[in-house]
């Protein structure tokens, strides 16, 4: 089973940037469309970006022009470069990857939990 992995979560500052990395095993990663996810409290798990594997991408509108997906095929990694950060992208960020026509590549881990407050 493939196996993913958050990291680069953290505590920023209104405005700040922080850059999400989601490490993938498994040699599937590069023929699947993969996608950031957020959960904030009380709230359902959104999607927010997407990127597919010939780097096609998807943004939320609440993240447009402030967030930036990538992939980097020689290492199985997918970033979410997080710029001009607000309270409300307060959330624990997660990836997954797209089969059989859903977000369920792998079993969902313990995301990387971002905080944006000052």
């Known amino acids: 089973q493939v196996q993913l992995v958050e990291s680069g979560g953290g505590l920023v500052q209104p405005g700040g940037s922080l850059r999400l990395s989601c490490a993938a095993s498994?040699?599937?990663?590069?023929?699947?469309?993969m996608g950031w996810f957020r959960q904030a409290p009380g709230n359902q798990r959104e999607l927010v970006a997407s990127?597919?594997?010939?780097?096609?991408?998807y943004y939320a509108d609440s993240v447009k022009g402030r967030f930036t997906i990538s992939r980097d095929y020689a290492k199985n990694i997918v970033y979410l470069q997080m710029n001009n950060l607000k309270p409300e992208d307060t959330a624990v960020y997660y990836c997954?990857?797209?089969?059989?026509?859903?977000?369920?590549?792998?079993?969902w881990g313990q995301g990387t939990q971002v905080t944006v407050s000052s």
């Open positions: 997954n990857g797209l089969v059989a026509g859903k977000f369920g590549l792998s079993s």
């Open positions: 498994g040699s599937i990663f590069s023929t699947v469309t």
């Open positions: 990127i597919t594997s010939t780097v096609r991408t």
